[in-house]
């Protein structure tokens, strides 16, 4: 991503890091504003698609007192997910557990809220 392009995502992020939010025990509902920022910055990992191809699943989780976001992105179609659900779906905990291969079919996403990065993104293993 251009530079001018990510640090303007990253301010945004950072405007959003403290920002209040509904909490539940162990998580948090991330805004959309937070998530579309997040979306701007992100770089899919190799052999992915593009990010606008995959159904995207969001949750904001406490891990040792930092806010975290899970994204899980899947392509529309895999047997046994829901065919006609929203493109960008946001919870208040860790998206639900979903396939554990398909290759880039399911993309999984860690992101540390407060430092404004990415600590992974990968595709699932193959089985």
Not at 78 to 106: H, N, T, Y
Request: hydrophobic residues 45%.
């Amino acid at each position: 991503m251009a530079g001018g392009g990510f640090a303007a995502a990253a301010a945004l992020l950072l405007a959003f890091a403290g920002a209040p939010s509904a909490m539940s025990d162990s998580g948090w509902r991330p805004e959309r504003p937070m998530i579309d920022a997040l979306e701007t910055a992100v770089v899919m990992p190799p052999g992915a698609r593009p990010l606008a191809e995959y159904r995207r699943q969001y949750g904001g989780m406490l891990e040792a007192g930092r806010r975290v976001i899970w994204g899980v992105f899947h392509v529309p179609g895999i047997p046994g997910l829901p065919k006609d659900e929203l493109p960008v779906a946001i919870f208040d905990r860790e998206p639900p557990p979903m396939i554990q291969d398909g290759g880039c079919s399911v993309v999984t996403l860690k992101f540390d809220v407060s430092a404004q990065r990415v600590l992974w993104i990968q595709c699932n293993g193959e089985a």
